[in-house]
C-alpha cells in the first residue's frame, strides 16, 4: 500500500512538472503576441514614458490604430495580399488539379518520364532559379506588376505530387463507371475526383495561403514601387523608414492588423489546418 | 488508349509552362550565369567564362561571415528546436486536459507573418534611449546588466536570432512529432506496462525507435531549411544585414542580385550553387546516417 | 436485344520490345439470345472480364465484331451504345448520394435526350422501386450495406434503360447468405425488365443457379456454351468437367477394348461406340452406387459422414489426381465395411475424354 501510494505521488509530481514545462512554453508563444496587441493599445506618450516595461495597461487607446491606417497605406498592402494571395493560389489550383489528373488519370506515351523530371525537380530550392526569374521577369517589363508577382510562383511540384497521389486513390472503375455513362473526362474531374480529394485540395489551399500571406523575399525583389507592395514589404519598410523608429505603438498595431486576418483564419479552421500542415510536409 | 495521347498533354500543358519557364530555364541558366566572367546585367555582356565567380565569392568577407553565420545558425538550432519539439511533444501525448489548447497555442507561430512578428521581437531585444526593452528587465531580475541584443555584440545578435529561429520553426516539428508520437499503436506500451518496463525504457526501446522516420526527416528538412534562412534576420535586423553582421547565405545571394549592393547575378549564381552544393551534401551525410539508424 | 461476337480476339502488347505480349481473349464467338441472362464463367485470367469489357466499350478488340442486334458496335464508345454497367466493387461515387449516384448517368444526356428535373426525379424514383432501395436515396454510400451497394448499382446501371445491362462479378463482395438473396434479386430484376444480361463471375454455383446459359471460358476461348444443366450433365471437354462441379470429377486412366470400358484390370461398363485404345474416364462422384458385383474395387481410406450423404475417401491405382471422392446416400453407412469396396457405375455420369485433345468422346 505504502508503495502504491509513494507511487501515485511521484505520478502526480511528474505531472505537474510536465504541465509547469509545457506552461512556460505555451507563454513564450503567446507572449509576442501578447506585446504587441498590448502595446498597440497603448498611448505614444505612456510606452516611451516606461523605463521598465509594463506588463498592461490602465487607459488603453485606439490612436495607433488610426495613425497606421492614416500614416502607411496600410489598406494598399492588405488589398494587395489579398489580390496576391487569391490570384496565386486560385491559378495554382487549376494547374496542380489539371496536372494531377493527367498524371493519375490519363495513359499517354512518355507520361512516365515526365513525371520522373518533376520528381526531379521537387528537389530543386527555390534560390538556385529565383535569380534567373528575376531576370526574366525584369526583362519581361513585369517588375511592379501582379503578372510578375503571381506567375513564377502558381506551379509547385510537390502540390501535383501530393494531389496525383491522392487523386490515383480514387479507384479506377469509378472512372471506368463514368466512361460507359458518357461522362466527359473534364467533367469527371469536376464532378467525381474533385469533390472526392477534396481534403487534399483544401490542404493544399491553405499551405499556399499561408505561404502567399507571408511571403517576402520574391515580391521585394520584384516590387520597390509602393503600390504593389504587400504586406511583408510594406512591415520592412515601415520598420526602415515608416514612423521612424520612434513610434512603436503604431508599429505594434499595424503588425497586429497584418497577423489578424492569418490567425483568425487559423482559429476558424483548426483543425483543418493543423492536418493539412501535418499532411503537407515543410514551410517555404 | 492512344485517343487520350493529346489531351493528357493537354491537361499537363499549364504545369509544363509554368515549370519550364521559371524552373527548369532557370536552372540552367544559374549554371551559365556562375560561369560568365564580368557579366554587366546592363549591357548584358561579359568576357569570359570560367571560375571566376566562384573565387571572388569564396573570397568575399561578406560571404565568408555569411557562411559562418548560416553555420553557427544551423548547428545551434536544428538540434536544439528538434530536441524542444520532442520533449514538448512527449509532454503532450502524456497529458489528456489542456492538451487542444496547448497544440493550438504552439502552432500558432506557424500562421504568422515571419517580418511581422520579427518586429516584435525587436522590440522585445533592443535597447532605445528611453527603455532597455523587455527581455533586459527579465535578465536585471537576475542582475544581469543590459545589453543591446539588436545592435550590440555579435554573440548577443545570434542568439536573440536563434532564438526567433527556434520559435519560428517549432510549431511544424511539435506537429509532425506530436502526429507521429499519436500513431505508435498502444499495445506496444501496454505490453511494456505488463512486462513492468521502466518510462525511459519504454520511451528509447520504443518510442524512439517507432518514430525514428519521422525524426530524422525532421531533421533533414531541418537542416534544409535553416541554411535557406533569411527572412528571420531580415525581420530582426533590418534589410542591410551586411553591416549588422548577420547575413545569411541567402541573404548575400539576394543582396548581390538586387539592391544597394546588386546588380551581379553571376555572383549571385555563384553562391546559390555553392549553397545548393553544400546543402546537398548535408542532406546526402543525413541519409547516410539515417540509413543507419532509422529502425524501418 | 441480342448481342452477336463474331471471331473477338483481344491481345494486350508485352511490356518492352522482346515481350510477345498476352493473347487474353482468342477469337470468341457466340450469340446472346435477346432478353436472356447468360453467365460468362471460368477460372481468373480466362478473359472473361476482357470480354465483358469489350462488349461495354471500355476496351476495344484488337479483331474481330461485336453486334447488337443488327448494329454493329465494335468502334462506338460505351455511352452510344446504350449499355449499363455494374462493377465489381459496385464504383459507386462516394460523396454523392444514392440518389445523386442513380441520377449521375442522367445528367449525361445530351440534346433531345436531356429529361427535366421532374423526369430524372421519376425515373430515378422508378428505378428505386424496381431495386428496392427507394427508402436509402438520402443516404451516402458509405453508409450502406454490400447488399444495398449492389442494389444501387443496379439501379445506376438500369437508370438509361439499357439494351443490355452487363454485371462484373456481381456478387463476390457479398457474404454467403446475402449472395444467395442477391442472386435471386438479380434474377427476378432481369425478369421483369428483360434486359439482356451478361454476368462474369467465376463461381460456378452463381452461373449455374440464376443463369439462361452459360459461356464457359478459358484461355481466352469459348469451351463450350449451354444451357446449365447441359454444360453439368454433358460437358464438351474434359476442362468443362473439371471445372464444374463440387466435389470435383473423378479422374481415371482408362482403356477401351472389345466395347468394354476398362478401369484398371477390370471391366466397369459397356463402351458401345468408341475407338479401342487408351482414354480418360471422369466419373463424377454421385456416378457411383455400392454393388457387391459392381466392377470397380477402390481402396478405402475414409468415410465423412455428412448428413443426407456420406463422402467416401478411397484409393485405386488408376485414380489421377488426390483423393477418389465418393458421394452416396447415408443408407448405405452399413454396408461400408473396411478394406475393399466395390462400386458399379452409372452410365449416365461417366464420361470418356480423348488423351490427346481432351475432348469429350461421345457414346
Redesign the interface.
Known amino acids: 500500500m505504502e508503495d502504491t501510494r509513494s507511487h501515485n505521488r511521484a505520478k502526480a509530481v511528474k505531472k505537474i512538472f510536465i504541465y509547469l514545462f509545457l506552461g512556460f512554453w505555451a507563454l513564450l508563444v503567446l507572449f509576442p503576441f501578447y506585446w504587441m496587441i498590448l502595446t498597440s493599445f497603448k498611448s505614444y506618450g505612456e510606452y516611451t514614458g516606461e523605463v521598465v516595461p509594463k506588463l498592461f495597461t490602465l487607459a488603453p487607446v485606439l490612436e495607433n490604430y488610426f495613425f497606421a491606417f492614416d500614416a502607411v497605406p496600410l489598406l494598399d498592402y492588405l488589398a494587395n495580399t489579398l489580390v496576391f494571395t487569391l490570384a496565386t493560389t486560385g491559378i495554382m489550383l487549376i494547374v496542380t488539379v489539371f496536372a494531377s489528373y493527367g498524371f493519375a488519370k490519363m495513359e499517354f506515351r512518355g507520361k512516365n518520364l515526365v513525371f520522373t523530371i518533376f520528381l526531379a525537380l521537387m528537389m530543386i530550392p527555390n534560390e538556385l532559379v529565383i535569380i534567373t526569374n528575376f531576370v526574366t521577369v525584369t526583362n519581361a517589363g513585369l517588375r511592379n506588376s501582379f503578372m510578375g508577382l503571381i506567375l513564377p510562383s502558381v506551379a509547385s511540384v510537390f502540390y501535383i505530387y501530393l494531389l496525383k497521389e491522392n487523386f490515383e486513390q480514387v479507384p479506377h472503375e469509378l472512372y471506368k463507371a463514368a466512361k460507359v455513362d458518357g461522362t466527359s473526362d473534364l467533367k469527371f474531374l469536376f464532378k467525381v475526383m474533385v469533390p472526392i480529394c477534396k481534403p487534399t485540395i483544401v490542404t493544399i489551399t491553405i499551405l499556399k495561403v499561408i505561404e502567399c500571406w507571408n511571403s517576402y523575399v520574391w515580391p521585394r525583389l520584384i516590387t520597390d514601387e509602393e503600390a504593389y507592395f504587400l504586406v511583408s514589404n510594406g512591415i520592412q519598410a515601415i520598420r526602415e523608414s515608416g514612423f521612424g523608429r520612434e513610434n512603436i505603438p503604431a508599429m505594434m498595431a499595424t503588425v497586429v492588423i497584418i497577423s489578424v486576418p492569418l490567425i483568425v483564419l487559423f482559429l476558424i479552421f483548426r483543425k483543418k489546418i493543423m492536418a493539412g500542415v501535418s499532411r503537407g510536409g515543410t514551410k517555404g | 488508349m492512344k485517343k487520350n495521347n493529346w489531351k493528357g498533354w493537354l491537361y499537363l500543358l499549364p504545369a509544363i509552362l509554368f515549370l519550364g519557364v521559371f524552373m527548369v530555364y532557370p536552372l540552367v541558366d544559374v549554371f551559365i550565369y556562375s560561369f560568365e566572367e564580368g557579366y554587366n546585367s546592363s549591357s548584358q555582356t561579359f568576357w569570359g567564362t570560367g571560375w571566376y565567380n566562384y573565387l571572388y565569392v569564396l573570397h568575399d568577407p561578406y560571404f565568408i561571415q555569411a557562411l559562418k553565420n548560416t553555420f553557427i545558425l544551423v548547428l545551434i538550432t536544428v538540434p536544439l528546436s528538434t530536441l524542444l519539439a520532442l520533449l514538448i511533444s512527449l509532454g503532450l501525448s502524456s497529458i489528456k486536459k489542456l492538451r487542444n489548447m496547448f497544440q493550438t497555442i504552439y502552432f500558432l507561430p506557424y500562421v504568422t507573418n515571419t517580418l511581422a512578428v520579427g518586429l516584435v521581437f525587436m522590440i522585445l531585444f533592443q535597447t532605445t534611449e528611453y527603455t532597455d526593452g523587455m527581455f533586459n528587465f527579465v535578465l536585471s531580475l537576475f542582475g544581469i546588466a543590459p545589453i543591446d541584443f539588436i545592435e550590440g555584440p555579435y554573440w548577443a545578435k545570434m542568439f536573440v536570432l536563434c532564438f526567433y529561429t527556434v520559435w519560428v520553426v517549432l510549431p511544424f516539428k511539435i506537429l509532425i512529432l506530436t502526429s507521429a508520437l499519436a500513431s505508435v499503436n498502444k499495445n506496444y506500451y501496454n505490453a511494456a506496462l505488463v512486462d513492468g518496463t521502466r518510462p525511459f525504457r519504454v520511451f528509447r526501446k520504443i518510442t524512439l525507435p517507432m518514430i525514428s522516420p519521422t525524426v530524422f526527416y525532421l531533421i533533414i528538412t531541418g537542416f534544409i531549411g535553416a541554411f535557406k534562412a533569411y527572412s528571420d534576420a531580415v525581420a530582426l535586423f533590418g534589410t542591410n544585414l551586411n553591416v549588422a553582421e548577420m547575413n545569411t547565405i541567402v541573404g548575400y545571394i539576394y543582396d548581390m542580385l538586387y539592391g544597394d549592393g546588386g546588380g551581379y547575378p553571376s555572383y549571385a549564381s555563384a553562391a546559390a550553387i555553392i549553397l545548393f552544393v553544400i546543402v546537398l551534401t548535408i542532406t546526402c551525410i543525413n541519409l547516410l546516417i539515417s540509413k543507419k539508424h532509422v529502425h524501418y | 436485344m441480342k448481342v452477336v461476337l463474331e471471331n473477338l480476339t483481344k491481345k494486350f502488347p508485352g511490356r518492352g520490345k522482346t515481350s510477345p505480349g498476352v493473347t487474353a481473349v482468342d477469337n470468341v464467338s457466340f450469340e446472346i439470345p435477346d432478353g436472356k441472362l447468360v453467365g460468362l464463367l471460368g477460372p481468373s485470367g480466362c478473359g472473361k472480364s476482357t470480354t465483358l469489357n469489350m462488349i ?3 476496351e476495344a478488340p484488337t479483331d474481330g465484331k461485336i453486334f447488337f442486334g443488327e448494329d454493329e458496335v465494335t468502334k462506338l ?4 451504345r446504350g ?3 455494374v ?5 459507386l ?4 448520394t444514392v440518389e445523386e449516384n442513380i441520377r ?2 442522367l445528367e ?2 445530351k440534346k433531345e435526350k436531356k429529361l427535366s428535373k421532374a423526369q430524372m426525379k421519376e425515373k430515378v424514383l422508378e428505378v428505386a422501386r424496381l431495386v428496392q432501395t427507394e427508402e436509402l436515396l438520402d443516404r451516402k454510400p458509405a453508409e450502406l450495406s454490400g447488399g444495398q451497394q449492389q442494389r444501387v448499382a443496379i439501379a ?2 438500369l437508370v ?1 434503360m439499357p439494351k443490355v445491362l452487363l454485371l462484373d462479378e456481381p456478387l463476390s463482395n457479398l457474404d454467403a447468405r446475402l449472395r444467395i438473396q442477391t442472386r435471386e434479386e438479380i434474377r427476378r430484376i432481369q425478369r421483369e425488365t428483360g434486359i439482356t444480361t451478361v454476368f462474369v463471375t467465376h463461381d460456378q454455383e452463381e452461373a449455374l443457379s440464376i443463369s439462361d446459359m452459360i459461356v464457359v471460358l478459358n484461355n481466352g476461348a469459348v469451351q463450350q456454351m449451354a444451357e446449365p444443366q447441359m454444360v453439368y450433365d454433358a460437358p464438351a471437354n474434359l476442362f468443362v468437367a473439371k471445372f464444374l462441379g463440387t466435389p470435383q470429377i473423378n479422374m481415371f486412366e482408362g482403356r477401351v477394348a472389345e466395347g468394354k470400358l476398362y478401369i484398371g484390370d477390370e471391366a466397369v461398363m459397356a463402351a458401345d461406340g468408341a475407338k479401342d485404345g487408351d482414354v480418360l474416364v471422369g466419373v463424377r462422384p454421385e456416378g457411383f452406387v455400392l454393388d457387391e458385383n459392381g466392377g470397380l474395387a477402390v481402396e478405402l481410406n475414409s468415410v465423412e459422414v455428412l448428413g443426407r450423404d456420406i463422402s467416401i475417401v478411397a484409393k485405386h491405382k488408376a485414380f489421377v489426381g488426390s483423393s477418389l471422392r465418393v458421394i452416396v446416400d447415408s443408407e448405405n453407412l452399413s454396408m461400408i465395411g473396411n478394406g475393399q469396396v466395390r462400386f458399379r457405375l452409372k452410365p449416365a455420369k461417366v464420361y470418356l475424354f480423348d488423351k490427346t485433345t481432351e475432348e469429350r468422346i461421345r457414346l
Open positions: 461495354c466499350g471500355l464508345s460505351p455511352e452510344l449499355v449499363g454497367m462493377f465489381q466493387n459496385y464504383a461515387y462516394p460523396h454523392l449521375f448517368p449525361n444526356l445506376r446501371a438509361k
